[in-house]
């Protein structure tokens, strides 16, 4: 079973940026990472996902051009640059793995394990 510990999160204002990280520990070798994120009051949703080589990247609509998913197969890290925030990118947001075939919007219930989460706040 693979650890996933998240860390980055904090309160700042819109406009600004901040780089989520999330170490794996455990067999991650052509794995999938992905993040999620759960805001006050929804459902937790996709936010970006990367695959193993990291060629190809995939992100839900309103985060486009703004956050960038990156990974570092040699530290066994995952890291989502977030810049330009917005209010409305308030949340938990979440790193989990899965494995098999690249599919750019899989659903969550194909990631087999998942972080604890980190909070992040925009004030307006």
């Known amino acids: 079973q693979v650890q996933l510990v998240e860390s980055g999160g904090g309160l700042l204002q819109a406009g600004g940026s901040l780089r989520l990280s999330c170490a794996a520990s455990g067999r991650t070798f052509s794995t999938i990472m992905g993040w999620f994120r759960r805001a006050p009051g929804k459902e937790r949703e996709f936010v970006a996902a990367i695959s193993w080589s990291g060629d190809r990247t995939s992100y839900e609509d309103s985060v486009k051009g703004r956050f960038t998913i990156s990974r570092d197969n040699a530290k066994n890290t995952v890291y989502l640059q977030m810049n330009s925030l917005e209010p409305e990118d308030t949340a938990v947001y979440y790193c989990?793995?899965?494995?098999?075939?690249?599919?750019?919007?899989?659903?969550?219930?194909?990631?087999?394990?998942w972080g604890q989460g980190t909070q992040v706040t925009v004030s307006s």
């Open positions: 989990a793995i899965r494995r098999g075939s690249w599919y750019p919007y899989a659903p969550e219930s194909q990631y087999g394990s």
